[in-house]
């Protein structure tokens, strides 16, 4: 178990790299897999959740070399991959997990999977049902939880689906699956999520369509059995990685960093509409295209913070920024108010109750809704001293260590160590920067 402790900094400054994409990496390995040939990733996230991906398609059959900086994928194709030895383990993952699952819906053999302690808790009917519907089998049935045996089919059904809670792991793991189905599959979402996959699959070959509805509702809308052709690829920087650097120059006095080559797609920044409103000095500037994603440098620095209230509708597009949002609330001046918000309780950790936890007991006062949080900002220090649990989850320990830069007395983390399932390398980017965190003694 590694604790942390952050302490009040006086400035937050420099220029910095962050770690490849991990929602991108996850996809662009999977979809590697599934071009028959050799394709190439550079910048691809080396984090535990992104790493467990990989070690699943390793046992799946799947060769991949890395080559420097760049990852070497040989591709199978669906056809091409084996049944596995052992159980996949996907650690920390739902995204890894939810994803290999819409890949393996459409492979003809049994496949254990499970997670960690937190993973095994998260909710899998919501992508257990659309694959049922398409043809894939999981035993015991009526599973909602890990772990389970999947069993694919290589005669998948089409289907068209409206998805019922707005998550692009969901929409992901049916595209994924309808690679493998005879004829064109259909997602509409209602509020649109992140749209890597799409993006991804174009670039590799596959026939996708989007259609934006008059009410903002989209549909995708796949063409089943494409050939898959290699590619070579580099990932962005995570905007979400991105996210707990930009709060703390926003709120450290004195502070300004340039992020470089971060990847902005719309569907990831509703946090910079957000913190503009709030009163946030954000820049974007050297806008280009990397593999079919936006990217840019965001240059931020120190800004006077006042309270906003967000509803259900940017939630989609900002859904892992709000623990660093929370804490921007608490430093900014007045109330601010968070709804719309019940997927929060089902991530990593119950990011509501953690999070109004951690910083009621850092001295913030703050309301718990059913779906959301209600935060008297300070415009300024917070009392802190409090001690967190991390409960597993990488975002809480980031956003709480962020806290402290801004705290009056230290704020200890425990279970720091669930950093690297996303930003491995974090505690020394953010002192490289100028931030007090260390080691508890
Ligand atoms: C992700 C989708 C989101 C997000 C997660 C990554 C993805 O989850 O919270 O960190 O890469 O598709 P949901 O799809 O459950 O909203």
């Not at 990733?41 to 991906?53: A, M, R």
């Not at 595209?175 to 997602?187: N, P, Y």
Request: charged residues 20%; proline residues 5%; hydrophobic residues 45%.
């Amino acid at each position: 178990m590694t604790t942390l402790v952050s302490k009040s900094s006086s400035k937050f400054i420099g220029k910095a790299r962050i770690p490849g994409d991990k929602s991108i990496s996850h996809r662009a390995l999977l979809l590697a897999a599934l071009a028959p040939g050799m394709s190439q990733i550079e910048g691809l996230l080396e984090s535990e959740d992104v790493l467990n991906t990989k070690k699943a398609l390793a046992a799946l059959g799947v060769k991949i070399k890395k080559n420097l900086t760049n990852f070497q994928v040989a591709g199978v194709g669906t056809g091409g991959l084996k049944p596995p030895k052992v159980p996949l383990d996907f650690g920390n993952s739902g995204t890894g997990a939810r994803l290999m699952m819409g890949l393996l819906a459409g492979c003809p053999f049994a496949v254990r999977i499970t997670g960690d302690s937190s993973l095994v808790t998260r909710p899998m009917a919501r992508i257990l049902a659309p694959l049922c519907d398409m043809g894939a089998m999981v035993d015991p049935k009526g599973a909602t939880t890990l772990p389970f045996t999947l069993t694919g089919s290589a005669n998948l059904r089409a289907i068209d689906y409206v998805s019922k809670v707005p998550s692009a792991q969901v929409k992901s793991a049916i595209l994924l699956a309808a690679l493998g189905a005879a004829g064109e599959t259909s997602v509409v979402e209602r509020l649109p999520t992140r749209d890597h996959t799409e993006r991804l699959l174009a670039g590799f070959g596959a026939k996708i369509l989007k259609e934006t509805g008059d009410n903002g509702s989209v549909k995708v809308i796949i063409k089943g059995r494409p050939v898959l052709r290699p590619q070579s690829l580099v990932i962005p920087g995570d905007f979400s990685a991105a996210a707990f650097l930009i709060v703390a120059a926003l709120t450290v006095p004195g502070s300004k960093i340039t992020l470089k080559n971060v990847g902005v797609n719309p569907l990831r920044t509703g946090l910079l509409d957000v913190l503009a409103t709030m009163g946030a000095n954000i820049e974007m500037t050297n806008q280009k295209n990397c593999s079919g994603e936006p990217v840019a440098d965001l240059l931020a620095g120190h800004s006077s913070l006042s309270g906003i209230k967000t509803s259900a509708a940017i939630a989609p597009r900002m859904i892992d920024e709000f623990p660093i949002l929370f804490v921007a609330a608490a430093l900014a001046k007045g109330i601010s108010e968070f709804r719309g918000l019940q997927e929060l309780r089902l991530k990593e950790s119950d990011r509501l109750k953690e999070m109004a936890q951690g910083l009621t007991a850092n001295g913030v006062e703050v309301e718990e809704l059913s779906d959301g949080l209600k935060i008297k900002g300070l415009g300024g220090m917070v009392p802190g001293g409090g001690m967190i649990d991390a409960h597993h989850d990488h975002r809480i320990a980031m956003a709480f260590l962020v806290l402290g830069l801004r705290a009056r007395n230290p704020v200890t983390v425990r279970g720091a160590e669930s950093i690297s399932t996303s930003f491995p390398g974090f505690a020394k980017l953010m002192t490289g920067l100028g931030a007090n965190i260390k080691d508890a003694e």
